[in-house]
């Protein structure tokens, strides 16, 4: 039931004055955006224009076709083939694999280690806490750089000369020109040790629901992850044997003054992993220890008072809802670690900033180097969000 | 049922009995709780030593305290080599600034200590003329008394400019001009307008996903093609408008968290009471973001302050580089220079950052308990 | 502008949606001057949301809201006009923390109104003092009571002369201990001459206070009465049913 007073039919009286742009907040704001875009416009006009006038002047043109030139530089350490003849463009692809190789590995042993720190901040045990605690406050204050410079200063100069490299079962050597190892080939055939592998992993998979409806149906839990392990690690092994051992190495050896064959691990290399996961670590323990925290006591109590033991109440109750907590910090970590990763060029690892870089010095072409180098470091950064944002979305808490 | 006891006179408060458990005891809780973590804590503490007895044997005990060149420090089972820090110290603050000039730095050195120290204790009044101060006169000021050319001054470029001078200059004009121009783009990534809205997320996100070794490659390398004829602003310049810049979008985001912390309340209540967007912003909203942000501003402080060291990539002479390039002087380079350059760099740069992160737990602290709903 | 309407809010056809979902359907309503109204209904019904499109904090979709002669449109100019007429008292306070209780409230009478700092502060002592807390004028919300910080609110709305004061759920935040004191000062505030709109669940102040009482339920406006009718005689049931729950 309404209550419509008959007075109030007429149409409301205008209020005093014209409706100028100024007081309609869609048409102040259209207005807005074309003056901001206008000056933009404009701006980026007179960028170009000095641009191409400073190009003249330096004898060059803007283009993409240098990629296909000749490097005639070296890069001291390539996942693929690589010399002074190859082009430009291979140049930094292979700058960018070992950008990739340092993030990943990096990646892996900071989490590990970061994990182990954070978790040990947290140590009852004072000496244990208060040693975590020591080695982040060291760490976290001192910059990446110059981490890497001591590393460097500390990893190569006690190292001997190649002719007096340290050497373990005459197939590893360690000397001042890096970590040489024997270079494995693989035969025909060895594809099977990857089809063991991802059979190891699939047969894990059903392993582990094949548990899970035997332990719903019967209660009883087998220890999947005991049994599961040791067959993924042995998996590639069992695909050699049945392929004959199609592996064979090939062994460093002295010739003249330097090695020969072999897998090299630079110095450079070396140095910047141990820099970059000792000073990553220390950021991610803080997370880590920040997520165990942010977990309310309660959820350890409630797991207590029903009977649950502390190692099940960790990986049941807080581990779970801990990982909510600490993924999105977590990958801005690994984000920054990528990005650090380009420290590279100040201690002359092959990296693909080293690469652009020296790409760069030869041809003189800043503007697409850049360009190219933005591409790359961008796809790379959102692809680490992308992979993080979907584990984010996949331990999310269903809320009303 | 009755009651079994009910006290007639008040119980009176007794300090509480030592310890029951015994010495042993308690050592074993703090030290060995358990005893994986008991091996874990030997293992740690004997390692300890062994590394603390190994810095000081080879920063003291065997150190060389004054020579007047390398020879002792070259000599076999040295340790680190002081004289070097000794004779290059200065140059390591003020770079290549002219000696006879180096009142110049001087002024601008102390002039920055007295601001920072009114704004940083919160008991000194007057932080507002003291923030306009700092952001916007002392910087201009600062930039005209060590350049010269004007007012009698003997003109000194910037590329004499070098050490902590730099460093400092470098991380003070990214945190000046990031705050600002982070406030507009938070502001601005959470626009209605969808130009303005793109353009400022687009930024964001662009300066993150790349490394800040790549912004300074392109202001040294691709900057100057940009510029118009006859301009030429010096790498220096560049480098620091490169650095305001990448600073500003990881500033907009702290902001932008500080801003998503004001509940809706707040705007609600600024609206109904007729405020303007702008008025509104400034009275209400900003001054309770800005304070929630403080430990965020002062944590990208501590990471800018670390991250100038990459301009020595460029072939700025920071502190960092000019440590770096003392270890090439033929008086003084031995066995010992590069680590002792390198552990006497460790101690500054820590010294400096450990102190601002004391600081930043300490406002942090203050202002949890300060503005309690 | 015509000659002074008697209506100080009147709603006409107002309907409002949040994506699909009909919160506010075919509203009419005509508030006189000095006429104090009291809302309630379930929660979900509508009722904040319509005394919110009052002062544009929500935005409606169709038909027309005119406040004390002013229309309300997407025109800046008139919805800064009808805020400056209009007061609000939120369910949560949302005083500004970081100010002080005095601070709080001259704030917008100088810069909106551009009033002279003297004058402000004198007029802020007053409102203080009638809703009975001017010894807190220097301190800060966050070191007041809940009902004590209702009070400034209310005492921060009326520093600017409105002459409509909208109240959404007043008291739903507050300890029961304190609900009285925030009544009081809204009766007296009644008895003053105000013009009022009320969202609330305090059904002993909308007899004691109200001109009519409006049940709103899923966003239309069920019944209207006044206050004795309404409480004794309800006609519809869904204001039946309503009644049994909340007066139990």
């Known amino acids: 039931m309404t209550n419509l007073d008959p007075r109030a039919t007429s149409a409301p009286p205008q209020a005093g004055g014209s409706t100028s742009w100024l007081y309609d907040p869609k048409l102040r704001g259209i207005v807005s955006q074309i003056v901001v875009v206008v000056l933009l416009a404009w701006g980026l006009y007179e960028v170009i224009d000095n641009t191409q006038d400073n190009l003249k002047k330096l004898n060059q043109n803007f283009g993409f076709g240098f990629l296909t030139q000749a490097a005639g530089f070296d890069l001291s350490s390539s996942l693929v083939e690589y010399s002074s003849s190859s082009t430009y463009g291979r140049a930094i692809v292979a700058g960018l694999l070992n950008t990739i190789l340092v993030a990943t590995l990096g990646i892996f042993f900071a989490t590990i280690l970061g994990f182990v720190v954070g978790v040990m901040r947290l140590s009852k045990n004072k000496v244990v806490a208060g040693a975590a605690t020591l080695y982040i406050e060291l760490l976290r204050n001192v910059p990446l750089l110059l981490q890497i410079f001591m590393w460097y200063a500390l990893v190569l100069k006690p190292l001997p000369g190649v002719k007096e490299a340290y050497s373990f079962f005459d197939s590893i050597f360690i000397s001042k020109k890096g970590i040489l190892m024997p270079h494995p080939n693989f035969g025909p055939g060895a594809w099977l040790a990857l089809l063991a592998l991802a059979a190891a992993f699939l047969g894990t998979w059903m392993f582990r629901k094949h548990a899970r409806k035997r332990q719903e149906k019967t209660g009883q839990i087998t220890p999947v992850w005991l049994i599961s392990i040791p067959i993924i690690l042995l998996s590639p092994f069992l695909g050699l044997a049945l392929a004959g051992w199609p592996l064979t190495f090939d062994y460093p050896e002295l010739k003249g003054f330097n090695f020969a064959n072999g897998m090299t691990m630079v110095p450079e290399m070396v140095a910047l992993l141990i820099a ?32 649950i033991s502390r190692g099940y109440a960790l990986r049941l109750v807080v581990i779970p809802q801990a990982m909510r907590v600490i993924i999105p910090p ?22 693909l900033m080293y690469a652009g870089g020296t790409v760069n010095n030869q041809s003189g072409k800043a503007i697409e180097v850049v360009f190219i180098l933005m591409v790359v470091y961008l796809s790379l950064s959102l692809l680490t969000a992308a992979f993080m944002n979907w584990f984010n979305s996949r331990m999310k808490l269903v809320e009303r | 049922m009755t009651l079994a006891y009910v006290r007639t006179t008040e119980a009176p408060q007794l300090p509480a009995p030592a310890s029951t458990a015994g010495l042993w005891a308690r050592l074993r809780d703090r030290f060995a709780p358990t005893p994986l973590s008991g091996v874990a804590a030997a293992v740690i503490a004997i390692f300890l030593a062994w590394a603390v007895w190994t810095i000081f044997d080879w920063a003291v ?24 820090v000794g004779s290059k110290w200065l140059q390591w603050i003020y770079g290549f600034y002219p000696i006879e000039q180096r009142w110049r730095p001087n002024i601008v050195f102390l002039l920055g200590a007295l601001s920072l120290a009114g704004l940083l204790i919160p008991k000194i009044p007057y932080k507002g003329w003291n923030a306009l101060f700092f952001f916007i006169a002392y910087p201009i000021f600062t930039y005209v008394l060590l350049l010269g050319g004007f007012f009698g001054l003997e003109q000194v470029d910037t590329e004499q400019w070098g050490g902590l001078l730099i460093t400092l200059i470098a991380s003070i004009t990214g945190i000046v001009a990031s705050v600002p121009l982070g406030i507009l783009l938070a502001l601005g990534r959470k626009s209605e307008m969808p130009v303005v809205r793109l353009l400022c997320t687009g930024f964001i996100e662009i300066v993150r996903g790349v490394p800040l070794v790549l912004v300074l490659f392109m202001a040294a390398n691709m900057f100057p093609l940009f510029m118009p004829p006859g ?23 702290v902001i932008r968290g500080g801003l998503q912390a004001i509940p809706k309340g707040q705007y609600e209540a600024s609206m109904a009471v007729g405020l303007s967007y702008w008025r509104m912003m400034l009275l209400v909203v900003m001054p309770q973001a800005l304070k929630i942000v403080i430990p965020g501003i002062v944590n990208n402080f501590i990471s800018l302050f670390k991250d100038t060291s990459l301009v020595s990539v460029i072939g700025i002479f920071d502190l960092f580089n000019i440590v770096q390039s003392g270890f090439n002087d033929a008086t003084w380079a031995s066995a010992q220079t590069g680590n002792t350059g390198y552990f006497a760099l460790a101690l500054i740069y820590w010294a400096f950052c450990f102190a601002m992160s004391r600081y930043s737990q300490y406002i942090e602290r203050r202002l949890n308990t300060g503005h309690k709903r | 502008m015509s000659a002074t309407p008697t209506s100080a809010v009147m709603l006409k056809a107002v309907n409002k949606w949040y994506g699909q979902f009909h919160v506010l359907r075919d509203i009419n309503l005509d508030v006189k001057k000095g006429e104090r109204i009291v809302i309630c209904g379930p929660s979900g019904s509508g009722k904040s949301t319509m005394i919110r499109c009052i002062n544009r904090l929500e935005e409606h979709q169709q038909g027309d809201i005119v406040v004390d002669g002013i229309p309300l449109t997407n025109n800046l100019k ?36 551009k009033t002279p700092k003297a004058e402000a502060e004198a007029s802020a002592m007053k409102y203080l003092t009638r809703v009975k807390i001017p010894e807190q004028a220097n301190k800060y919300p966050g070191q007041l009571s809940g009902g004590q910080q209702q009070r400034v609110a209310i005492a921060r709305a009326l520093c600017m002369n409105p002459k409509i004061m909208l109240f959404d759920e007043p008291t739903s935040a507050l300890d029961p ?8 000062v809204m009766v007296d505030l009644a008895q003053g001459g105000m013009t ?7 059904m002993a102040f909308a007899r004691q206070v109200a001109n009519r009482v409006i049940f709103m339920d899923q966003g239309q406006i069920v019944e209207e009465n006044e206050p004795n009718e309404f409480f004794s005689r309800p006609k519809s049931p869904r204001t039946k049913l309503f009644l049994e729950q909340i007066l139990h």
Request: a negative charge; charged letters at 15%.
């Open chain 1, 276 to 307: 970059l996961v000792f000073y990553s670590a220390t950021f991610i323990a803080e997370t880590v220890r920040g997520g165990i925290q942010a977990i309310s006591h309660g959820q350890s109590e409630a797991s207590s008072a029903l009977g």
């Open chain 1, 330 to 351: 977590l990958a801005s970590q690994y984000l920054n670690l990528t990005k650090n990763s380009s420290l590279a060029i100040a201690i002359g690892f092959p990296d």
């Open chain 2, 61 to 84: 005990l065997r150190a060389v305290w004054s020579a007047p060149d390398r020879e002792a420090c070259n000599a076999v089972g040295a340790g680190a080599c002081w004289p070097f």
């Open chain 2, 231 to 253: 301009v030429n602003p010096g790498k220096l310049l560049l480098a620091l408008i490169g650095i305001g810049l990448f600073s500003a979008a990881y500033m907009a985001e």
């Open chain 3, 78 to 113: 008139n919805i800064d006009e009808v805020r400056r007429e209009v007061g609000m008292v939120f369910q949560h306070f949302n005083l500004f923390p970081h100010l002080t209780v005095l601070e709080n409230l001259t704030l917008a009478p100088i810069w909106v109104r």
């Open chain 3, 177 to 184: 201990e304190m609900i009285k004191e925030v009544l009081d």
């Open chain 3, 196 to 202: 009022m709109l009320c969202v609330t669940h305090e």
